[in-house]
């Protein structure tokens, strides 16, 4: 069995989505003086790889606390798509060739992975509405990109309002195309998203 950790670095200069603040550590006790050390930490509900949930784009979708453990882990294919180029979007036709699964957990890889430790594009590749249709109708479970956002807030409420979770900022750039066991278990927290700890495991 090997596991893949496809995480970003939690750090005070991480990428950031343009608007989103860094994450804040603050060491409040020490080992030396206090015995132990305790660490405060101040940050978004979508800082580095997080799930969205159906309350990030619905007033009265469903909370991370309020999905299905379930929900969070399962049967995964990872979508080789690094021959687009930046300002492309993944469309239809690069989804329909592939057997996409009810239930699976569909992640895809792109040359987006490979700019996930720089500044800030604004033509990364994306979603587009009729794919996000297609993986609707395919009834999956979850989709993940590797950048800061799936796409438009049309695809977001298209996957969020069908209880398809998503995932973004993964890193698959040192994973290879394939099947695999993907978890991504958020904290137990009343909000519309959360970071998340995002494995894939091979040989399940």
Partial sequence: MK???????????MLLYPGDKSIEIQEVKQVESDDWNLTNIILS?????????PQHIAKN???????ELEKF????QVLDLTELDFGE??????????SIR???IILFKTKNSTVLRGEYIH???????????????KQIKAVAIDYLSIGSRKVHEKLLNNEILVYETVDLSNVKPGNYYFMGIPL?????????RAVLIDDF
């Fill in 188 to 196: 137990k927290i009343p909000t519309e998203g959360c970071p998340v």
């Fill in 73 to 76: 882990l399962g049967k995964a």
């Fill in 45 to 53: 509900t979508h800082l580095g790889t997080h799930v969205d949930s």
């Fill in 89 to 98: 979007k993944i469309d239809l036709r690069h989804l329909q060739h592939n």
């Fill in 3 to 13: 596991i893949f950790d496809i995480s970003v670095l939690v750090h005070e200069k």
């Fill in 123 to 137: 033509d990364a590749i994306e979603l587009t509405i009729h794919a996000a249709q297609y993986l609707v109708d």
């Fill in 102 to 104: 009810h239930d699976d």
């Fill in 61 to 67: 979708g469903k909370r991370i606390d309020q999905m």
